[in-house]
């Protein structure tokens, strides 16, 4: 992927890894799997075009409540405090 020699925000060296990201949806939520690349100096993740059409589907579907084919993988609860 590494459309980018350099990160955009700080300049450090960037480098393809894959990572976890949640996404939030209405009351729901999905943990997806995805290459992005990412900044060793300050972190920041780059993704693709395509990554991000991704997320922003699944991100519709969890706030519509449709998760079918999604696996689950247990409850989330909210501490008030």
């Known amino acids: 992927m590494i459309p980018f020699e350099l990160c ?7 480098i393809e890894k894959e990572v976890e990201k949640l996404i ?3 009351n729901n939520t999905a943990v997806v799997r995805v290459k992005a690349d990412i900044c060793t100096h300050c972190g920041e993740r780059l993704y693709s075009k395509e990554t991000i ?7 519709s ?9 999604f696996l689950p993988m247990g409850q989330t609860y909210k501490v008030a405090g």
């Open 8 to 14: 955009p925000v700080c300049g450090g060296e960037v």
């Open 24 to 26: 939030l949806g209405g």
């Open 53 to 59: 059409t991704m997320f922003e589907n699944i991100r």
């Open 61 to 69: 579907r969890l706030a519509r409540g449709d998760v079918a084919g």
